[in-house]
């Protein structure tokens, strides 16, 4: 009965025990945090891309992956899925955004859709080759882009949620802004850099969040006050000496990346598109991609490389006209039948280089046969460019090039009518609808009072080498007018300042405005003589030059009926005015001074390579004379306030030091007062300071006391001025004469500072106090110590002591 009441009896309840189930690995908190840094992150990417349109897709893409590993964690995939899933998560996004007509469902890959990829790839590689940043949001790079940051966001969750490791999650966040950082002239900027910097916190903030401790009762513990505080602070401090750290500093101008330079991929070598890389080597500080040629040419060669002649677009590129190209590379000719090499002079070119590799062929223009080229290329009659087959680079050149030039001259060009309509291509007349009126402008301007296409291409050659214009490398970068396209060259005509390719590209579309064919021509100035020649193949002489990537260049080609194609030079300072294009014109803008140009070109050492004045070609317009010596002179002052200035700077102590000896002297021997002092004498509350300046005797030990010091014995803290006197004329070894005039300034100073006056009677070294003839004394036997010093030291002492005086630091005041 009893066991079965005590069976029947329940047992009595343990209290339950409070569950510490771990918190579940997954927070959508955390995962809107690493979405917030990622997308932060992001927004320096505005520069390298132009406008905002790629930000959409990043950040759709970002959301996704990161939203799926969240929801992997949530339904407690093992660890080593849930990246998996943000994988399959990007796969998925990628397909509905840049191949959803190829997917099965809008979503899912197929063959297809892998077939798309490989073209937007393609695509990306070209608007690498063909475009400067900022580059226009085109499908493949942005492809790329996105699929990048979806790896990028990947990385930071996996880190920051999955793994508890926000910390590490900042790697991530770091290759976000490399390509800003190397890309943009300006890098990442104040702006994008905080924001990034307020991403990373907030991941560590939630980590932080996420980790922090708990109570018996499981109730949240929040860190102090003072923790927080001291974190906030040291991360204001971090961030401010990053701001304001780079801005202190100079930019870099030599090493991988010179500031404003911008990352070039193609140093060395054009590429498929050779103006994305001129200016990058233009502004490099050292040589790259060096080139030798020989040629029996009359005068140095301009290397061409390809040409641009369709200006429809943001950005131009090269027309790689595969559909009209000709294959092999002998008897090359025009597609003009206007223009025949036929009585014209031929040349033979041979280039060499170790280190230059591009797709396109280097040759004088125009060319009519090439011979010792490895490997397949094609020719386009259009625009007598040479390229490789399957447009690959070919590293290493040593082939030979025959061109012929035409017999150009002033006679020639001023007979030509303006061109028919069907005599070239309508690709070198064509011009885009929205031309900026600031085009249109400067062409009709330039070209108002000119009468025919040569006067008309002569006044635009005059209108951009005219003063108004100026040649910068950094202007472009620092303006955000880098590049080509005719938004930039509507930015170059209201800045006036740039470099060769806004030159040749303002020249060109100006000229068709004003109903001339044109293209524009990039690859190499002539370069420099290397003094040395060889043998051609029929025994004629080659003479040998010189180019690199420093001498890249481009100019305009305008055609005129029944001559061809004809070069100019619009760019100030930089290659070579044919001769024909030198003759002044009545009635138009005057160029810059014609003969200033010639010193100018790349070749002014070389015989023969300054172009002559044709004979044709009227008086040049009278330069200002005044102007080089006005420069000179300017120079010259420069360099001599420069000068003055340093002198100056360096006499300073000694003046000062003059100066001070000169007032003590006139206040100890005439006037017995320092300017400014009250007369009056206090008693010292130790020895040795706190002594009244205007005291002759204070003011004559002070004298005494700071030239020991510009001799180099300077008075001990605890030394006494008696102390002081002793030990001076012991080190510095003084005659008897100055020692006893140092003993005499000592005992002077003490009874000036030291002595209590007696009520109603003067002090005996007081401001009223000494004759003539005592103040005369102390100056003298100041005078005695000087001497004594001086000449107990050494040159090198005397010369520091007046120069360089450590008195002016450092005096007996104590």
């Given at each position: 009965?009893?066991?079965?009441?005590?069976?029947?009896?329940?047992p009595?309840?343990?209290?339950?025990a409070?569950s510490?189930?771990p918190?579940?690995?997954?927070?959508?908190?955390?995962?809107?945090?690493?979405?917030?840094?990622v997308?932060?992150?992001?927004i320096?990417?505005?520069?390298v891309?132009?406008?905002?349109s790629?930000?959409?897709?990043?950040?759709?893409?970002?959301?996704?992956?990161?939203?799926?590993?969240?929801?992997?964690?949530?339904?407690?995939?093992?660890?080593?899925?849930?990246?998996?899933?943000?994988?399959?998560?990007?796969?998925?996004?990628?397909?509905?955004?840049?191949?959803?007509?190829?997917?099965?469902?809008g979503?899912?890959?197929?063959?297809?859709?892998l077939?798309?990829?490989?073209?937007?790839?393609?695509?990306?590689?070209?608007?690498?080759?063909?475009?400067?940043?900022?580059?226009?949001?085109?499908?493949?790079?942005?492809f790329?882009?996105?699929?990048?940051?979806?790896?990028?966001?990947?990385?930071v969750?996996?880190?920051?949620?999955?793994?508890?490791?926000?910390?590490?999650?900042?790697?991530?966040?770091?290759?976000?802004l490399?390509?800003?950082?190397v890309?943009?002239?300006?890098?990442v900027?104040?702006?994008?850099f905080?924001?990034?910097a307020?991403?990373?916190?907030?991941?560590?903030?939630?980590?932080?969040?996420?980790?922090?401790?708990?109570?018996?009762?499981?109730?949240?513990?929040?860190?102090?006050?003072?923790?927080?505080?001291?974190?906030?602070?040291?991360?204001?401090?971090?961030l401010?000496?990053?701001?304001?750290?780079?801005a202190?500093?100079?930019?870099?101008t030599?090493?991988?990346?010179?500031?404003?330079?911008?990352l070039?991929?193609?140093?060395g070598?054009?590429?498929?598109?050779?103006?994305?890389?001129?200016?990058?080597?233009?502004?490099?500080p050292?040589?790259?991609?060096?080139?030798?040629y020989?040629?029996?040419?009359?005068?140095?060669?301009?290397?061409?490389?390809?040409?641009?002649?369709?200006?429809?677009?943001?950005?131009w590129?090269?027309d790689?006209?595969?559909?009209?190209?000709?294959?092999?590379l002998?008897?090359?000719?025009?597609?003009?039948?206007?223009?025949?090499?036929?009585?014209?002079?031929?040349?033979?070119?041979?280039?060499?280089?170790?280190?230059?590799?591009?797709?396109?062929l280097l040759?004088?223009?125009?060319?009519?046969?090439?011979?010792?080229?490895?490997?397949?290329?094609?020719?386009?009659?259009?625009?007598?460019?040479?390229?490789?087959?399957?447009?690959?680079?070919?590293?290493?050149?040593?082939?030979?090039?025959?061109?012929?030039?035409?017999?150009?001259?002033?006679?020639?060009?001023?007979?030509?009518?303006?061109?028919?309509?069907?005599?070239?291509?309508?690709?070198?007349?064509?011009?885009?609808?929205?031309l900026?009126?600031?085009?249109?402008?400067?062409?009709?301007?330039?070209?108002k009072?000119?009468?025919?296409?040569?006067?008309q291409?002569?006044?635009?050659?005059?209108?951009?080498?005219?003063?108004?214009?100026?040649?910068?490398?950094?202007?472009?970068?620092?303006?955000?007018?880098?590049?080509?396209?005719?938004d930039?060259?509507?930015?170059?005509l209201?800045?006036k300042?740039?470099?060769?390719?806004?030159?040749?590209?303002?020249?060109?579309?100006?000229?068709?405005?004003?109903?001339?064919?044109?293209?524009?021509?990039?690859?190499?100035?002539?370069?420099?003589?290397?003094?040395?020649?060889?043998?051609?193949?029929?025994?004629?002489?080659?003479?040998?030059?010189?180019?690199?990537?420093?001498?890249?260049?481009?100019?305009?080609?305008?055609?005129?009926?029944?001559?061809?194609?004809?070069?100019?030079?619009?760019?100030?300072?930089?290659?070579?005015?044919?001769s024909?294009?030198?003759?002044?014109?009545?009635?138009?803008?005057?160029?810059?001074?014609?003969?200033?140009?010639?010193?100018?070109?790349?070749n002014p050492?070389?015989?023969?390579?300054?172009?002559?004045?044709s004979?044709?070609?009227?008086?040049?317009?009278?330069?200002?004379?005044a102007?080089?010596?006005?420069t000179?002179?300017?120079?010259?002052a420069?360099?001599?306030?420069?000068?003055?200035?340093?002198?100056?700077?360096?006499?300073?102590?000694w003046?000062l030091?003059?100066?001070?000896?000169?007032l003590?002297?006139?206040?100890?021997?005439?006037?017995?007062?320092?300017?400014?002092?009250?007369?009056?004498?206090?008693?010292s509350?130790?020895?040795?300071?706190?002594?009244?300046s205007?005291a002759?005797?204070?003011?004559?030990?002070?004298?005494?006391?700071?030239?020991?010091?510009?001799?180099?014995?300077?008075?001990?803290?605890?030394?006494?001025?008696?102390?002081?006197?002793q030990?001076?004329?012991a080190?510095a070894?003084?005659?008897?004469?100055?020692?006893?005039?140092?003993?005499?300034?000592?005992?002077?100073?003490?009874?000036?500072?030291?002595?209590?006056?007696?009520?109603?009677?003067p002090?005996?070294?007081?401001?009223?106090?000494?004759a003539?003839?005592?103040?005369?004394?102390?100056?003298?036997?100041?005078?005695?110590?000087?001497?004594?010093?001086?000449?107990?030291?050494?040159?090198?002492?005397?010369?520091?002591?007046?120069?360089?005086?450590?008195?002016?630091?450092?005096?007996?005041?104590?």
């Amino acid at each position: 009965m009893l066991s079965r009441t005590s069976s029947s009896v329940p047992p009595p309840q343990q209290p339950a025990a409070r569950s510490h189930r771990p918190r579940a690995p997954w927070d959508w908190t955390s995962a809107g945090a690493s979405i917030a840094a990622v997308l932060l992150c992001t927004i320096s990417l505005h520069g390298v891309f132009d406008g905002w349109s790629w930000l959409p897709p990043m950040a759709l893409t970002t959301i996704v992956v990161v939203s799926a590993m969240a929801a992997a964690r949530r339904f407690r995939f093992p660890i080593a899925l849930v990246p998996a899933a943000g994988l399959a998560a990007l796969v998925v996004v990628l397909t509905w955004l840049f191949a959803a007509p190829t997917a099965f469902l809008g979503l899912l890959p197929t063959g297809g859709s892998l077939h798309r990829v490989s073209q937007l790839i393609t695509e990306a590689q070209a608007t690498i080759m063909n475009q400067v940043p900022p580059v226009l949001s085109d499908p493949g790079i942005v492809f790329i882009a996105c699929l990048g940051t979806g790896l990028i966001a990947l990385l930071v969750d996996t880190l920051a949620t999955t793994l508890r490791m926000p910390a590490a999650s900042g790697l991530g966040l770091l290759s976000l802004l490399i390509a800003p950082a190397v890309l943009k002239p300006e890098s990442v900027g104040a702006v994008p850099f905080l924001l990034a910097a307020a991403g990373y916190l907030i991941l560590l903030a939630n980590g932080t969040w996420q980790e922090r401790p708990r109570s018996g009762n499981d109730a949240v513990l929040t860190p102090p006050r003072s923790q927080v505080g001291t974190a906030a602070g040291i991360g204001a401090a971090a961030l401010v000496v990053a701001l304001a750290l780079p801005a202190a500093l100079p930019g870099f101008t030599q090493g991988s990346f010179p500031q404003g330079s911008r990352l070039n991929i193609w140093t060395g070598q054009s590429g498929l598109n050779p103006v994305v890389a001129l200016g990058a080597d233009l502004r490099q500080p050292s040589a790259a991609g060096r080139i030798r040629y020989a040629t029996d040419s009359k005068q140095p060669v301009y290397l061409r490389s390809t040409t641009l002649e369709d200006f429809s677009g943001r950005r131009w590129a090269p027309d790689l006209r595969e559909d009209s190209r000709r294959g092999g590379l002998q008897d090359m000719a025009p597609a003009e039948g206007s223009t025949s090499p036929a009585g014209a002079s031929v040349y033979t070119t041979r280039v060499k280089s170790a280190s230059y590799a591009s797709p396109w062929l280097l040759a004088p223009y125009a060319p009519l046969r090439v011979s010792g080229a490895n490997g397949k290329y094609s020719w386009d009659p259009k625009t007598m460019t040479v390229i490789a087959e399957e447009n690959k680079s070919r590293p290493g050149l040593d082939y030979e090039v025959q061109s012929f030039a035409l017999d150009v001259s002033t006679a020639s060009l001023q007979a030509v009518r303006p061109s028919s309509t069907n005599a070239v291509d309508p690709i070198f007349t064509s011009l885009p609808d929205n031309l900026p009126a600031s085009i249109r402008d400067a062409s009709a301007e330039a070209t108002k009072d000119a009468v025919g296409p040569y006067e008309q291409a002569m006044a635009i050659q005059a209108f951009l080498r005219g003063n108004q214009f100026s040649y910068s490398l950094d202007a472009p970068v620092d303006g955000g007018y880098d590049g080509n396209g005719i938004d930039v060259l509507d930015r170059f005509l209201q800045e006036k300042s740039g470099y060769c390719v806004h030159f040749a590209a303002a020249m060109a579309v100006m000229a068709r405005e004003a109903g001339i064919p044109s293209r524009m021509a990039l690859g190499f100035a002539p370069g420099r003589s290397t003094g040395e020649s060889s043998t051609g193949d029929r025994g004629q002489e080659l003479r040998e030059y010189e180019v690199d990537s420093r001498d890249a260049h481009a100019w305009p080609e305008l055609y005129f009926d029944g001559v061809g194609w004809v070069r100019f030079e619009p760019t100030p300072s930089r290659g070579s005015v044919p001769s024909y294009a030198l003759a002044p014109l009545p009635n138009l803008a005057q160029t810059r001074d014609d003969e200033d140009d010639d010193l100018r070109s790349l070749n002014p050492a070389v015989p023969g390579s300054t172009p002559q004045r044709s004979t044709e070609a009227a008086a040049p317009a009278p330069a200002a004379p005044a102007q080089p010596e006005q420069t000179e002179v300017g120079r010259y002052a420069g360099v001599g306030l420069g000068l003055a200035v340093a002198a100056a700077a360096l006499l300073s102590p000694w003046m000062l030091r003059r100066r001070r000896h000169s007032l003590r002297r006139r206040a100890v021997v005439t006037a017995g007062t320092a300017p400014g002092s009250s007369g009056s004498l206090r008693r010292s509350q130790s020895p040795g300071a706190g002594y009244p300046s205007g005291a002759p005797a204070a003011l004559a030990w002070d004298e005494a006391a700071d030239t020991g010091v510009d001799y180099g014995y300077v008075p001990q803290k605890s030394e006494s001025p008696r102390a002081y006197a002793q030990r001076l004329a012991a080190e510095a070894g003084l005659p008897e004469n100055a020692a006893g005039a140092m003993e005499n300034l000592r005992a002077a100073y003490e009874r000036a500072v030291y002595a209590a006056p007696r009520a109603g009677a003067p002090d005996a070294v007081s401001s009223a106090g000494p004759a003539d003839n005592q103040r005369d004394r102390l100056w003298e036997d100041v005078e005695a110590v000087q001497a004594g010093l001086a000449a107990s030291a050494s040159r090198g002492a005397r010369l520091r002591a007046r120069f360089f005086p450590a008195s002016l630091a450092s005096r007996f005041r104590r």
